[in-house]
């Protein structure tokens, strides 16, 4: 299984950036995917998951209402829309594949995780 993030730049507060992230070798319609993001000096955190359906979405409480986790199951990608950002969203942002819903949000339980892109927002 390979996921490979892109989309990661770097851009001023206020501004937008769309994270993409494609799997291969893997079912990806089974499974509820996310991402995660590192910023310095900090563990690996929750930002954002969607289940295999697209029927059920859940983010962290510092991103909600300015970011939007999508998917395409027909292409094997999902993705990460970044609006409003600010200089504290700046990390290294990673998909990941979760075994099932309910762990979504536990980065230790991931199946499967991408390279990393790095965002950095300045302000």
């Known amino acids: 299984v390979q996921l490979q993030a892109s989309g990661g730049g770097l851009v001023q507060a206020g501004g937008s950036l769309k994270l993409s992230c494609a799997v291969s070798?893997?079912?990806?319609?089974?499974?509820?995917m996310g991402w995660f993001r590192q910023r310095p000096g900090k563990a690996r955190g929750f930002v954002a998951a969607?289940?295999?359906?697209?029927?059920?979405?859940t983010y962290a409480d510092s991103v909600w209402g300015r970011f939007t986790i999508s998917r395409d199951n027909a292409n094997n990608m999902i993705y990460l829309q970044m609006n409003n950002l600010k200089p504290e969203d700046t990390a290294v942002y990673y998909c990941?594949?979760?075994?099932?819903?309910?762990?979504?949000?536990?980065?230790?339980?991931?199946?499967?995780w991408g390279q990393g892109t790095l965002v950095t927002v300045s302000s």
């Open positions: 969607i289940d295999e359906t697209d029927a059920l979405t």
């Open positions: 990941a594949v979760s075994p099932e819903w309910r762990l979504v949000k536990v980065s230790t339980k991931q199946r499967y």
């Open positions: 070798g893997h079912a990806f319609s089974s499974y509820s």
